[in-house]
């Protein structure tokens, strides 16, 4: 009986030995995610702050003196040019203005006086009748009406710019803001604060500090050719992160460095037809520096910074083989890295599986966009 066991348990036995003589299936290379790089123009942006401010100011003063009768505007409201805005008491005005207007009427009848009796004089002087020294002394008195008359229609009319005065008007259109004086306030024409301001706010200016440095190496990079010059179009990042809804422009840059700060200005224009923007706002603008003719950009889930800081970046090569890569990276241009150094156009950066993915290990390569069909 014991033998009987035995025996059946044998072929089991050799059954095991024989299967624990197999060897492991052998697995295939690690699949990874690849993308091919490619040169292409790549505009350089930069964010530099600024300060918005108005594309035309005028403080309104008074050209005369007086008493503010009257406020003809609401303030903080949007006035136009030629808008009469005060009204100073204008009866001292008014009635200079009749004194010069009586004063040139008077002058002009002396004048017809003098040029009616000159006539006779000359008409007599032809018979002797009169001596040459009547004639001259009748000629000089027309010629001192004729003085006459020109110095009270100066006046008349000096009188008129001054009772014209009396009412003030806006000198350019835009938002003007409170008023200093109110009605009864004595205003004067040498006084050195404003009865308002107005301020143009659309369009409206954003003034951008730029570091001379900067300017100057791109000045130099435009020279050598690595880059070419940009568009002048810009845009605005709000107090709050958001993006401005307006694109502006850079209208020109100061040919002066700022001796204390080491900065460039650079003027842009942006519309602000919903006053949006107000003067003094503190705001960053996102401006295009130069395109780059032949930029690497990488997808930014294949570049990698180690505890230095240093990128790196994992590609495949023309073996199959993953190959680490110490790599220069400049900025961040959407979702994507602008590389300067380590990585060619044509290498197949791995994105996806770098976790698989170990330097001089064989994977097999697969392209996202494929992968994704």
């Known amino acids: 009986m014991l033998l009987r066991k035995t025996l059946l348990l044998m072929p089991a036995?050799?059954?095991?030995?024989?299967?624990?003589?197999?060897?492991?299936?052998?697995?295939?290379p690690a699949e990874v995610g690849?993308?091919?790089?490619?040169a292409e123009p790549v505009t350089m942006t930069t964010e530099l702050t600024g300060r918005t401010a108005a594309t035309a100011l005028s403080e309104v003063r008074p050209q005369v003196d007086g008493i503010i009768k009257q406020r003809l505007f609401e303030e903080?409201?949007?006035?136009r040019a030629g808008q009469p805005l005060y009204q100073i008491d204008a009866r001292l005005y008014a009635a200079t203005r009749n004194q010069a207007a009586a004063q040139l009427a008077s002058a002009r009848a002396a004048l017809v006086t003098a040029q009616a009796k000159l006539t006779r004089y000359r008409q007599l002087g032809d018979a002797d009748a009169v001596s040459k020294q009547d004639i001259d002394?009748?000629?000089a008195t027309?010629?001192?009406?004729q003085a006459n008359v020109n110095q009270y229609a100066?006046?008349?009319r000096i009188a008129d710019v001054n009772l014209g005065f009396t009412r003030v008007y806006a000198p350019i259109s835009g938002r003007i803001g409170r008023s200093t004086y109110t009605q009864g306030a004595l205003v004067t024409a040498s006084q050195a604060t404003a009865l308002a301001t107005i301020q143009r706010l659309d369009p409206i200016y954003v003034d951008i500090q730029q570091s001379s440095d900067a300017v100057l190496a791109l000045r130099e990079s435009l020279a050598q050719?690595?880059?070419?010059?940009?568009?002048?179009?810009v845009q605005l990042i709000l107090g709050n992160g958001r993006v401005y809804s307006q694109v502006g422009r850079i209208e020109f840059g100061e040919v002066t460095v700022d001796q204390d700060s080491g900065t460039v200005t650079l003027r842009a224009r942006f519309p602000n037809p919903n006053g949006v923007l107000l003067p003094g706002m503190f705001v960053r603008v996102r401006a295009p520096q130069a395109v780059l003719r032949g930029g690497i950009l990488a997808p930014q889930q294949g570049i990698t910074r180690d505890a230095r800081g240093n990128a790196a970046a994992l590609v495949v090569n023309a073996n199959g083989k993953v190959e680490q890569r110490k790599v220069t990276v400049t900025q961040a241009i959407g979702d994507k890295w602008l590389v300067t150094g380590g990585l060619n156009a044509g290498d197949r950066l791995i994105v996806e599986g770098t976790d698989k993915a170990q330097p001089g290990a064989q994977v097999k390569a697969v392209a996202i966009a494929a992968r994704g069909r």
């Open 13 to 28: 036995a050799a059954l095991t030995a024989c299967g624990g003589s197999q060897p492991p299936p052998q697995r295939g």
């Open 142 to 145: 027309v010629r001192q009406g």
């Open 154 to 156: 100066a006046t008349l």
């Open 137 to 139: 002394d009748a000629t």
């Open 76 to 79: 903080g409201s949007i006035v």
């Open 34 to 38: 690849v993308v091919t790089l490619r």
């Open 225 to 233: 050719g690595d880059v070419l010059p940009a568009s002048t179009n």
